[in-house]
């Protein structure tokens, strides 16, 4: 039992007591006993106990329809593994008729309070919506979406392979999704001078830096295991680690280290509050570079570049907007430092602040952009509104109170 979930009191005192010393030992009726008296008095951790007791014939005769009473019971009065296997009574047919959108409803529900095997089934459950029907209907046979960073013009298609990624990536899928696999080949021949991606070449930076750049980040935000994408990482690593090696961030230093690492043939330096280096370089520094790489870049007055504009060490204003939408992405970026993540709790903190009445999150209809947000079919009932609010949110608090260790 997760004692940071689980307020503490004499039942949850009992509860405990009940499984260490009738549980543990094998003395299960004694154990269902105890419990049942518990549930009876409307304890949710002891409604799920007995819900469980009923499913597994422990204790007492195996009864589906009171795995379901007793279940129902517990998520009604608010207890996340209630709501979490009650959706799954409902998806599986367990001791009521199979009903999907009861079952959507309660994974909903637990995930809003951190359930992390409920936030993998919604998860799964947004893979299948209509947005991620149509995103692969789109996708070319070789395995992109028309022409590749998001910034450039493109007519051929109407979305870019990055945009495709981008809004694949909060849908949920992974590198064990085909279309994903598709697009992860067709990026790795790219970074291996097998063909070119379609932009225009642009001229502001080495184009050929700028591209690897692009494309590392991209294979590496769904595998860790190309190893053409990880030595760019690696080289990138490098620059960081250099331009911070006096403990703080040096430009100097940086400019150095860019120029003999990477090698460019002229133009501009990518500065290092971009999203491309940003991503790149996650789980590639020590300890100490990662915290003041962090660090550094909280504190940029005008945020990371291509997500968010503002200073990220100070939230936004105004939660109902799309700068907050924005906002949340520069910090799920800096979430995938897992040493630093330390320095992100007050973004947590504020984000718990932030809760509608219903104890969930609801950001209102202008954060809807067709890349973060909808993640449901549609947005016409506030309840699936509020609920993919929660669900993006309720997997980044996730991320920052993991220590990762």
């Known amino acids: 039992m997760s004692s940071s979930y689980y307020k503490p009191c004499p039942e949850l005192d009992e509860c405990n007591r009940l499984i260490r010393e009738c549980f543990e030992t094998g003395q299960h009726e004694a154990c269902f006993e105890g419990h049942l008296a518990l549930a009876q008095q409307g304890y949710p951790l002891a409604e799920c106990q007995i819900g469980y007791f009923y499913l597994e014939g422990l204790g007492i005769e195996r009864d589906t329809a009171q795995a379901f009473h007793w279940t129902e019971r517990a998520a009604r009065h608010g207890d996340r593994d209630g709501q979490y296997n009650l959706a799954w009574f409902y998806e599986e047919g367990i001791g009521t008729a199979p009903d999907h959108d009861s079952a959507w409803y309660w994974y909903r529900q637990a995930e809003g309070q951190g359930h992390n095997l409920a936030l993998k089934k919604c998860d799964a459950m947004y893979r299948d919506g209509k947005w991620a029907r149509q995103l692969i209907a789109l996708q070319q046979e070789d395995g992109k979406w028309g022409t590749f960073h998001s910034m450039s ?175 949340l992405s520069a910090l799920e970026l800096l979430a995938r430092y897992r040493h630093a993540r330390g320095q992100l709790r007050f973004a947590a903190e504020w984000l718990d602040g932030c809760r509608n009445e219903n104890g969930r999150w609801d950001m209102g209809k202008s954060v809807s952009d067709k890349l973060c947000f909808p993640l449901s079919d549609d947005w016409r009932r506030r309840e699936t509104r509020e609920a993919d609010c929660t669900h993006r949110i309720s997997k980044l608090i996730q991320t920052i109170m993991d220590k990762g260790e």
């Not at 990026?187 to 063909?195: E, F, Q, S, T, V």
């Not at 190893?227 to 430009?251: H, I, K, L, P």
């Not at 945020?303 to 936004?316: L, S």
Request: charged residues 25%.
């Open 153 to 327: 013009q493109f007519y051929d298609a109407p979305v870019t392979t990055e945009q495709a990624l981008r809004r694949l990536e909060y849908l949920g899928f992974t590198e064990e999704d085909d279309c994903i696999l598709k697009a992860l080949a067709y990026m790795d021949g790219c970074l291996a001078g097998k063909n070119a991606i379609p932009d225009h070449r642009e001229k502001i930076h080495d184009w050929d830096v700028f591209t690897d750049l692009i494309l590392s980040t991209w294979i590496r935000r769904f595998t860790g295991g190309n190893e053409r994408a990880n030595e760019v990482a690696r080289r990138w690593a490098e620059v960081v680690t250099a331009a911070f090696a006096g403990g703080s961030y040096g430009q100097e230093a940086y400019e150095a280290a860019y120029r003999e690492i990477l090698r460019p043939w002229g133009g501009r330096l990518v500065g290092l509050a971009n999203f491309y280096p940003v991503s790149l370089v996650s789980g590639c520094l020590d300890p100490k570079t990662e915290n003041a790489f962090v660090e550094y870049l909280l504190h940029q007055e005008h945020g990371i570049y291509y997500i968010y504009d503002g200073v990220i060490a100070n939230p936004p204003p105004v939660f109902e907007s799309r700068e907050a939408s924005r906002y």
